[in-house]
Each structure stands twice: as structure tokens, then as C-alpha cells.
């Protein structure tokens, strides 16, 4: 009796396994998803191109080392760059070095607390700081950035401020003015169910070297839309709608991404090939 209550139970959560798709269910509620802590997504390569099939326009491609730490991205193409990682013993990320022909840009971070400090040493020997502020739930909550005149002051340049969903994604981005509260700017994202293929990767890698990307949210985004204050009023100055297509793990083997401004629309591909 047992054995045959146990085929029963198990037939059905086969069948509720099989019969439900989440895949193309917009994000408007809290989802329980069950994501296998042992199976890591490692990126290898992205691919940039103009057309579905066309050649490459920009091309990434992500070394890592024996511990599956990223050693290096290069970026080849319209724009050309490679970023190299060092760690400290724990793993933690301490410096990123940004080589572009001969120029190096060097960032050093410093962890205290819930601050992430980085400073950002150019080639002319300029320097400018950013802080991530990190949230009780391990999300960045404010990045600042800014200079430093030569007596030490602070010159702020950018002040964001993130707004989440329950489910842990990125719903609103804030620019605000130097009094902390009145917003310049602001971008709105909605979600569809997919998997993030950054989402093994290091947080500040993530948010510093693939922020276009929006990779620091759980899921993809299907839109983003950006807007400008102009006097009392915010208007719209960008859209972005962004098409899937998933693999059978239900990672993204493709997206399309289109994007209109005041001066038109305009429509790129990226290719994302894993490990």
C-alpha cells in the first residue's frame, strides 16, 4: 500500500513539474524559485553583433582562474580593453586594472562594514572614488561617486539611489542632486521570469565592468526606461525592450535589444555562450 501511495505522489509532482511554465510569466508578486546552489553558471563569452546573424561588433570573453575566479575580461571590437582581477587569500576582490593599449587604469577596493570603497587611479594620475553602500539584504542601496579637490574636499559626480522588488531585482535607479533627495534622473525596469547567466559572478565585477548589461538583479529585464527632469516635469528620453531567446535550462541563449531615442529606434543582438 505504501509503495503504491508513494507511485502515486511521486506521478503527480512529475505531471505539476511538467505543467506549469514560468518562463513567460511577467514578475508581479513574490515567487518561491528553487535554484541548485551547486550548479554554477560561468559565462565564457559575450557576443555584440548588428544583425541576428552578423559579424561580431564587440566581442567579451571571460577568463577564469583554477578556483573559477575571473582573472580577466576583454572586451575586442569597436572598443577595445582588457580588465585584470587580483584577490586576497579569502577571495575577496581587492584590485581591478583596466589596460587600454597603454594606458592603465588602476581601482583598489577597501571593505569596511557595509561600504565598499573604490579608488580609481588614471592615467593622467587623477583620481576619483566611488562608495557602494550595501543594504541589510547584501544589495548595493546607494553608490556614490566623486573627486577630490586638492585640499581633500569632495566634488560629488553621481549619487544613485536602487529601489528593489521583493524578488531581489533592480525596479528603480534614482539620480539624485547633491541635497541627497531631489531626483535629475530616474529609470523604471520590468522582469520576466529567466535566469541571470551573471549570476554566479562577483558583485562589484558585475555592477562596475557589466553595468549596460543589468546584471545585478535576479532575473533579466524585459524593459528599461529611462527619464530626464526638465524643469518640474520628467520625460522620457530612452526605452529599451529587450527579447529573449532561452536555452532548454531556461538560460538566455540570445537577446534582442531595442532601443529608441528622440533620434529613432535602434536594434543590437547579444550572444551568450557559457562553459
Same mark, same amino acid.
Do not use: W
Given at each position: 500500500m505504501?509503495k503504491?501511495?508513494?507511485?502515486?505522489?511521486?506521478?503527480?509532482?512529475?505531471?505539476?513539474?511538467?505543467?506549469?511554465?514560468?518562463?513567460?510569466q511577467?514578475?508581479?508578486?513574490?515567487?518561491?524559485?528553487?535554484?541548485p546552489?551547486?550548479?554554477?553558471?560561468?559565462?565564457?563569452?559575450?557576443?555584440?553583433?548588428?544583425t541576428?546573424?552578423?559579424a561580431p561588433v564587440?566581442?567579451?570573453?571571460?577568463?577564469y582562474?583554477?578556483?573559477?575566479l575571473?582573472?580577466?575580461?576583454?572586451?575586442?571590437?569597436?572598443?577595445?580593453?582588457?580588465?585584470?582581477?587580483?584577490?586576497?587569500?579569502?577571495?575577496?576582490?581587492?584590485?581591478?586594472?583596466?589596460?587600454?593599449?597603454?594606458?592603465?587604469?588602476?581601482?583598489?577596493?577597501?571593505?569596511?562594514?557595509? #561600504?565598499?570603497?573604490i579608488?580609481?587611479?588614471?592615467?593622467?594620475?587623477?583620481?576619483?572614488f566611488?562608495?557602494?553602500?550595501?543594504?541589510?539584504?547584501?544589495?548595493?542601496?546607494?553608490?556614490?561617486?566623486?573627486?577630490?579637490?586638492?585640499?581633500?574636499?569632495?566634488m560629488?559626480?553621481?549619487?544613485l539611489?536602487? #529601489?528593489?522588488t521583493?524578488? *531581489?531585482?533592480?525596479?528603480?535607479?534614482?539620480e539624485l542632486?547633491?541635497?541627497?533627495?531631489?531626483?535629475?534622473?530616474?529609470t523604471?525596469? #520590468?522582469?520576466?521570469?529567466?535566469?541571470?547567466? *551573471?549570476?554566479?559572478?562577483?558583485?562589484?565585477?558585475?555592477?562596475?565592468v557589466?553595468?549596460? *548589461?543589468?546584471?545585478?538583479?535576479?532575473?533579466?529585464?524585459?524593459?528599461?526606461?529611462?527619464?530626464?527632469?526638465?524643469?518640474?516635469?520628467?520625460l522620457e528620453n530612452?526605452?529599451?525592450?529587450?527579447?529573449?531567446?532561452?536555452?532548454?535550462?531556461?538560460?538566455?541563449?540570445?537577446?534582442?535589444?531595442?532601443?529608441?531615442?528622440?533620434?529613432?529606434?535602434?536594434?543590437?543582438?547579444e550572444f551568450?555562450?557559457?562553459?
Amino acid at each position: 500500500m505504501r509503495k503504491l501511495i508513494f507511485l502515486v505522489l511521486s506521478a503527480m509532482l512529475i505531471f505539476g513539474l511538467y505543467s506549469c511554465d514560468d518562463n513567460l510569466q511577467e514578475e508581479t508578486e513574490i515567487i518561491d524559485i528553487d535554484e541548485p546552489m551547486d550548479d554554477l553558471v560561468r559565462l565564457e563569452s559575450i557576443v555584440i553583433s548588428n544583425t541576428p546573424n552578423g559579424a561580431p561588433v564587440t566581442s567579451i570573453d571571460i577568463t577564469y582562474d583554477i578556483n573559477q575566479l575571473i582573472t580577466s575580461i576583454a572586451f575586442t571590437g569597436t572598443s577595445e580593453s582588457n580588465f585584470q582581477f587580483t584577490y586576497a587569500a579569502n577571495n575577496r576582490l581587492t584590485q581591478i586594472d583596466k589596460i587600454e593599449g597603454s594606458q592603465i587604469t588602476i581601482a583598489t577596493l577597501a571593505y569596511e562594514n557595509n #561600504t565598499i570603497t573604490i579608488t580609481t587611479t588614471k592615467p593622467d594620475q587623477s583620481r576619483e572614488f566611488k562608495e557602494l553602500h550595501i543594504d541589510s539584504q547584501n544589495r548595493i542601496d546607494r553608490a556614490i561617486t566623486y573627486d577630490k579637490n586638492a585640499s581633500g574636499t569632495p566634488m560629488l559626480k553621481k549619487r544613485l539611489k536602487y #529601489t528593489y522588488t521583493e524578488n *531581489f531585482n533592480v525596479s528603480r535607479i534614482d539620480e539624485l542632486a547633491s541635497d541627497g533627495s531631489t531626483i535629475l534622473k530616474f529609470t523604471e525596469f #520590468t522582469y520576466f521570469l529567466n535566469n541571470n547567466p *551573471f549570476r554566479d559572478m562577483n558583485d562589484v565585477i558585475r555592477f562596475l565592468v557589466f553595468e549596460d *548589461f543589468i546584471p545585478y538583479t535576479r532575473y533579466l529585464p524585459l524593459t528599461r526606461i529611462d527619464y530626464e527632469r526638465v524643469g518640474s516635469a520628467f520625460l522620457e528620453n530612452r526605452s529599451i525592450n529587450y527579447n529573449y531567446t532561452l536555452q532548454d535550462d531556461d538560460f538566455p541563449n540570445s537577446r534582442e535589444v531595442e532601443t529608441t531615442t528622440a533620434t529613432g529606434t535602434g536594434t543590437s543582438y547579444e550572444f551568450f555562450n557559457y562553459q
